[in-house]
């Protein structure tokens, strides 16, 4: 339906560093599909958007309308990869001040996140914000077990038991969690709440295309068929092995050319604000898929033309450890055509008659070259139009590139035993028993 663009200055490297490393990107395509590389067991979502159990998915509809027509707020409790995507996707796909907006005009749920930190400040704020709205509550964590989005559920449940009693309560309750695992699936088994599954072989940052994404990215009023299409074409276009014709396989190829000859970081890179948490979830997908064994590049983001204003200067003349993929959209949404004035004071007639996106355009080219210039390579990935089905594909095409990037680097992208250290010491600090 529509193509995803891959373009790189091929005289960033040599034509050498390119075909090198191709049987390396064609053996992890082959270990992928053929599930015999590391961390196997964590790779349902490779093939996910042709399994996935329609019955579910239909369901997620249902409560995603049930949903809407019960509350005016729907809160997301969930951390790392049981929330990310999902705020990629409703940030990218909804009105800047989605929120804001009357209820009229936005016709679906506000959408606010919690679980994700620890901050008893948010929570109480949070449960200000909502004293007299109606709630539902999405409940998120494949183990069941972490203790952010636990805290959180904790205290959010007990508030809904007060205002709506307990019978109420259940049904503005919705749990997605492994299908027979967990304190969670325990919970919502005893209490009798609707539950969607997070299927074991898929890693919480592979999940937005599970229950885990697709709940709230539905009740935000967004097309999830349309998501799912443009997964599923991302799936059969991306298995590709001709690495020439493939470009998710040339992204992983290329940040691994990046990383051989001495680049540390690799920074995402955007120009329009509602894209700006893609970056979010990318640093996610890739710092915990590849930052182990004592290796990986530090995925990082800039928000242009924005952060140009605070690490501009860094980029064009610090280390030159870095490397730039810049995530554009070739299409306009809403534009705004500046306006010739008689006097000029702000000497901005020269723009008079062109449009806001114009000058983001020429900011992008602009920096590209310098930066290019200044030795910082650039790669470009090009969404033809910002809707759910292009975001879909994008969000594979990454996640396919991890695995793939992964294995040539030669860790397990699909484990995250470095999480772990943080939590024992926090347990042992608070006598968890
Ligand atoms: O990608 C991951 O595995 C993590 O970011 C998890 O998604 C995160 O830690 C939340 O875990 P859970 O869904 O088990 O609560």
């Not at 559920?153 to 049904?171: Q, T």
């Not at 088994?189 to 709940?215: D, H, K, M, W």
Request: aromatic share 10%; net charge negative.
């Amino acid at each position: 339906m529509g193509k995803l663009e891959f373009n790189y200055d091929s005289a960033m490297i040599k034509s050498h560093e390119y075909e090198n490393l191709k049987p390396m990107v064609l053996a992890a395509h082959e270990q992928l599909h053929a599930g015999t590389g590391a961390g196997n067991d964590y790779i349902g979502w490779l093939d996910y958007a042709t399994t996935y159990d329609r019955e579910e998915f239909a369901r997620i509809k249902s409560a995603a309308a049930k949903i809407n027509e019960m509350a005016d707020v729907l809160i997301v409790i969930g951390i790392g990869g049981s929330y990310l995507g999902a705020k990629t996707v409703i940030d990218a796909l909804s009105h800047s001040f989605y929120n804001e907006l009357p209820k009229e005009r936005r016709k679906t749920a506000r959408i606010y996140f919690a679980g994700h930190q620890i901050s008893g400040t948010y929570l109480t704020d949070l449960l200000e914000m909502i004293e007299h709205e109606s709630v539902c509550l999405n409940v998120i964590s494949k183990s069941g077990t972490t203790t952010e989005p636990a805290i959180a559920f904790r205290v959010l449940k007990n508030a809904l038991e007060k205002k709506y009693g307990k019978e109420e309560a259940v049904k503005r309750i919705f749990a997605t969690t492994d299908a027979k695992n967990g304190a969670l699936r325990q919970l919502a088994t005893a209490n009798g709440y609707e539950t969607f599954v997070i299927p074991a072989n898929v890693g919480g940052r592979y999940s937005v295309i599970t229950p885990v994404g697709l709940l709230p990215i539905a009740t935000a009023g967004i097309d999830i068929d349309a998501f799912m299409a443009g997964v599923t074409e991302g799936q059969a276009e991306y298995s590709n092995p001709n690495i020439d014709e493939n470009i998710c396989y040339q992204y992983a190829l290329l940040r691994n050319v990046m990383y051989n000859k001495g680049k540390a970081i690799e920074v995402l890179v955007n120009y329009e604000p509602s894209m700006a948490f893609l970056a979010e979830w990318w640093m996610q997908l890739y710092g915990e898929s590849e930052g182990k064994d004592g290796k990986g590049l530090f995925p990082t983001k800039m928000n242009n033309t924005t952060d140009l204003h605070s690490m501009g200067q860094m980029i064009q003349d610090g280390p030159r450890h870095v490397f730039e993929t810049v995530v554009r959209v070739a299409s306009v949404e809403k534009d705004i055509v500046l306006e010739l004035e008689d006097n000029d004071l702000d000497g901005l007639n020269y723009l008079a008659g062109k449009t806001m996106s114009y000058v983001n355009e020429n900011a992008f080219k602009g920096t590209l070259e310098a930066h290019v210039d200044g030795n910082v390579p650039n790669l470009v990935v090009t969404m033809p139009t910002k809707d759910a089905f292009h975001l879909g594909k994008l969000m594979y095409f990454f996640m396919k590139a991890c695995g793939v990037s992964g294995y040539v680097l030669g860790v397990n992208p699909f484990d995250q035993p470095g999480v772990e250290a943080y939590k024992k010491n926090m347990f042992r600090l608070l006598g968890k028993k």
